[in-house]
């Protein structure tokens, strides 16, 4: 198994960068496929990033890993109010399966809430 502990979220002006980081024990990242997810209050959990992204981010946000760090990386430009969310990265085995699916991933960190105010 694979524990995920995720940081670097906070409250940002609009326009600002926010770089959230997901930090991995127990197993390599590398065997794994890793996601971020965002969940905004009153919604459903909806993918952000993986080996795509979610057209909403896309140009905006960038996902990068430091296997050598165990570490997962979400780099968020260009924040607007409706990024404001608990970020979610996630771990997954599965292989020819779309990843924007969240039931798909077996392992979920605790989030970190990003805000962005207007």
């Known amino acids: 198994q694979v524990q995920l502990v995720e940081s670097g979220g906070g409250l940002v002006q609009a326009g600002g960068s926010l770089r959230l980081s997901c930090a991995a024990s127990?197993?390599?990242?590398?065997?794994?496929?890793m996601g971020w997810f965002r969940q905004a209050p009153g919604k459903e959990r909806e993918f952000v990033a993986a080996?795509?992204?979610?057209?909403s981010v896309k140009g905006r946000f960038t996902i990068s890993r430091d296997n050598a760090k165990n570490t997962v990386y979400l780099q968020m430009n260009s924040l607007k109010p409706e990024d404001t969310a608990v970020y979610y990265c996630?771990?997954?085995?599965?292989?020819?399966?779309?990843?924007?699916?969240?039931?798909?991933?077996?392992?979920w960190g605790q989030g970190t809430q990003v805000t962005v105010s207007s």
């Open positions: 127990g197993r390599a990242l590398s065997i794994y496929t």
């Open positions: 996630a771990a997954r085995r599965v292989y020819n399966i779309p990843e924007n699916i969240p039931e798909t991933y077996s392992y």
């Open positions: 080996q795509s992204y979610a057209d």
